[in-house]
């Protein structure tokens, strides 16, 4: 038992409050993902029990492309109300225009990813407070394809917003694997920082040279018929879903997601881009320019999407002059 001189006790009780108490505590970003990775989870569960339940409460929203689900409503108040319950100063943004009314206790969701809250964060986003932090939630994207039985078109999408730029997402597939028997475990999660990467799937590229496009299966027009045409594919998969689209792309199933049209709104593309970019590809509009993610910006990406893992430039030096001239970047 030694007298620790007072100054060397000072410094001892500075260093371990700096690094080892304040330094270890997670940066708000990755609290925020590993929130909404928890709070992603519960929305997969809502949204398989509204499926088994055979009561979707399905509503027209501007017609009958466009629908709303019970799933869709309770899934956007569990996210919205989980989050803004451990973030009040975050701007959350959803896809669903629901009345404002108290939201049973049993959709909230407190819990947070551990294996998210122990990975470091970027050097860039360590310092973000709350308030500069805005999320994008689509609560179910590929909501006609969920009322038609295509059920692993369906991801519910939450995005992260800083200065801008779409720089962390989680997907939540609820019925992955669902055609592969009891024996499989139903739906997965995956997530992605910029300057961290992306996880939850094993990243693969479609063989070079190979040109797979995916597009709309239930929003298609001539515009979106002739951008895909003139990508000169090898093969063309027409599926639902924003989210679920990414998903191909990163997992090498197809090599460019083309979309030549407004529809898609700024909840569908800001997880998805954040993933896609974590791992090195990119999601712009038609003329290949970035679309922002602040609160204030107008939710309609009105001039379609175009994204890829590799080779956006080949995808973007494709598209016809009919489609730029019809579809202006802002
Ligand atoms: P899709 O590839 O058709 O599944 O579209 C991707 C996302 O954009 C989904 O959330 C769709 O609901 C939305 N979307 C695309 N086009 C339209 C449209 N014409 N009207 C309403 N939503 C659309
Ligand atoms: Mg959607
Ligand atoms: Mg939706």
Not at 144 to 173: P, R, S, W
Request: hydrophobic share 40%; charged share 20%; aromatic share 8%.
């Amino acid at each position: 038992w030694t007298v620790l001189p007072m100054s060397l006790l000072r410094f001892w009780t500075w260093e371990h409050f700096s690094s080892g108490v304040m330094a270890n505590r997670p940066a708000v970003l990755m609290q925020l993902v590993a929130s909404a990775y928890a709070v992603a989870e519960k929305a997969g569960t809502i949204v398989q029990k509204v499926l088994q339940s055979g009561e979707l409460g399905i509503v027209e929203k501007s017609g009958a492309n466009d629908l709303q689900t019970l799933a869709d409503r309770l899934v956007q108040k569990s996210i919205c109300a989980s989050l803004s319950k451990s973030f009040p100063k975050v701007t959350i943004i959803g896809e669903e225009e629901l009345p404002a009314e108290a939201v049973e206790e049993d959709l909230i969701e407190n819990g947070q990813s551990s294996l998210i809250l122990q990975k470091s964060c970027p050097d860039q986003y360590a310092s973000l407070k709350e308030e500069e932090l805005v999320v994008w939630v689509d609560p179910l994207d590929g909501t006609k394809e969920y009322t038609e039985g295509l059920l692993d078109h369906v991801t519910v999408l939450i995005g992260i917003a800083y200065g801008g730029t779409a720089i962390a997402g989680v997907i939540n597939q609820p019925f992955y694997n669902y055609q592969m028997g009891a024996g499989a475990s139903l739906g997965r999660t995956l997530w992605g920082v910029l300057g961290l990467g992306a996880f939850g799937f094993q990243l693969q590229e479609v063989p070079d040279g190979k040109r797979i496009i995916t597009t709309t299966r239930s929003h298609s027009n001539k515009l979106v018929i002739d951008a895909v045409q003139a990508m000169e594919p090898h093969d063309v998969i027409r599926v639902g879903g924003a989210g679920n689209k990414i998903i191909q792309l990163v997992e090498g199933k197809a090599s460019a997601y083309v979309f030549a049209s407004p529809g898609c709104k700024k909840w569908d593309t800001c997880a998805p881009e954040a993933i896609l970019h974590a791992v090195g590809g990119k999601l712009t509009d038609m003329h290949g320019n970035a679309y922002t993610y602040d609160a204030n910006v107008k939710h309609m990406n009105s001039a379609g999407v175009l994204a890829a893992l590799r080779n956006h430039e080949y995808y973007l030096s494709r598209v016809p002059q009919a489609v730029l001239q019809a579809l202006p970047s802002n």
